[in-house]
């Protein structure tokens, strides 16, 4: 289910009722949030099938009918959960990158702190479920788009901050960025791998994303990804011996 | 589920007791296979929630009774029907490509292939509900042994019979290749997408895997993956100019 805007149940006769509004609009917030931090922290858990609405309730110290009252369903509620992770997964995962100072420290980085939770293996399964329910594919949708997008932004602009050389366009980066996470993750999980494991793994078959420019050598990198092959570019900024 | 060494029903009284073996355990290989076959399909079609014990039993003509002593569980049989299909799914790739007679057109032809059918999404399934139900991980591991071990000996063979050069080592390249079929495949599914978007998009964030050697040129292309930049190594099998 796509969230819908903010609805305000109107339980408080009020003076104000634009004080009011607001009050109960900024509550309605509050609640909505609560359920969903229970709902991720049960469903990473014990999953979907073993949680119920009143398992989340009783966790947010809120009522079942409160549940369906924002969410309408446990499963919409499960996709919610998992594309709030994601994205918060992502943005965790860019601001620790912030610190990096070479290419491989930069991807290091972002997979070490993607690697750590399981909101990809999380996010993975409401895309599982999502097959099913066509319903609940628009908030998956937009959760997609934003990911790919934030993703290319924060990339090109950590590019252009160090002055390195993407090896791909930055769109197709971020792509093959989260398809590989979500590959290697989902079964990571189910062979019950560790994170380091998970990171190791992902860090082999993600290779190199960028490269540092060269600092006017000799040799001839060339760029043989995608469909591109350039003379100007170097892929590790190495010199030639 | 591990699947277990096919176990003889001694329904049958015979005057030939290895006979009598023999006739059952083809049987019983027989009916195991039917029970999978009608699996698969209702699986792929509705699901695991949406499909029951006994709508697989209707379908392949059997009793409810056969499947929980051929597979004991729906869980279980539902892994066992979805690595099937990934095996099959894959040599069927493999055999497509042997036709292949570029670099390009092999990949082009394994991603057609494996993005024809659901059955990596199919799969994909599997492993997140293995990562809840950890007594069907054996089956999954296997499978994804095979998957690579098979993958990447099919590859290693097509790149020495037309003298490529792989721009991996060939292992991780196989990891790399079913990885990025899981992510394409499980986010093209949750958004309702076309076999076509799903085979254009896998090919993107793939990107070359392999090259054709050089008729001799003046270009060096050095190999740029995983962790090594080598001078001597050139993803195109090129030689210094």
Redesign the interface.
């Known amino acids: 289910m796509a969230p819908k805007s903010v609805s305000t149940p109107a339980e408080l006769p009020a003076d104000d009722p634009r004080h009011a509004a607001r009050a109960t609009r900024s509550a309605g917030r509050q609640m909505r949030s609560r359920l969903l931090d229970a709902a991720s922290r049960l469903f990473r858990e014990?999953?979907l099938?073993?949680t119920s609405i009143s398992d989340i309730a009783a966790a947010a110290d809120a009522f079942p009918s409160q549940i369906t009252y924002y969410f309408r369903t446990k499963e919409a509620l499960f996709v919610e959960a998992a594309c709030r992770e994601m994205l918060y997964v992502a943005r965790a995962a860019e601001e620790a990158a912030l610190q990096a100072h070479t290419p491989r420290d930069y991807t290091r980085v972002l997979v070490e702190t993607v690697t750590a939770t399981d909101s990809v293996?999380f996010f993975?399964?409401?895309?599982?479920l999502?097959?099913?329910r066509?319903d609940l594919?628009p908030l998956?949708?937009r959760t997609?788009e934003r990911l790919h997008g934030e993703g290319m932004r924060a990339y090109a602009s950590q590019i252009e901050r160090h002055g390195w050389k993407s090896?791909?366009d930055p769109d197709?980066s971020s792509?093959?960025f989260?398809?590989?996470?979500?590959?290697?993750m989902?079964?990571g999980?189910?062979?019950?791998r560790s994170a380091e494991d998970l990171c190791e793994?992902m860090l082999?078959?993600l290779?190199?994303q960028a490269?540092t420019r060269p600092a006017g050598d000799a040799?001839?990198?060339?760029l043989?990804?995608?469909?591109e092959?350039s003379?100007s570019e170097s892929?590790?900024g190495?010199k030639?011996?």
């Open positions: 014990r999953g099938a073993g293996a993975t399964e409401a895309l599982t999502t097959r099913r066509q594919a998956v949708e997609i090896l791909r197709a792509r093959r989260w398809a590989l996470a979500v590959g290697v989902v079964e999980y189910a062979m019950g793994e082999r078959v290779g190199d490269a040799a001839r990198l060339h043989v990804s995608g469909r092959v003379d892929p590790d190495e030639s011996p």
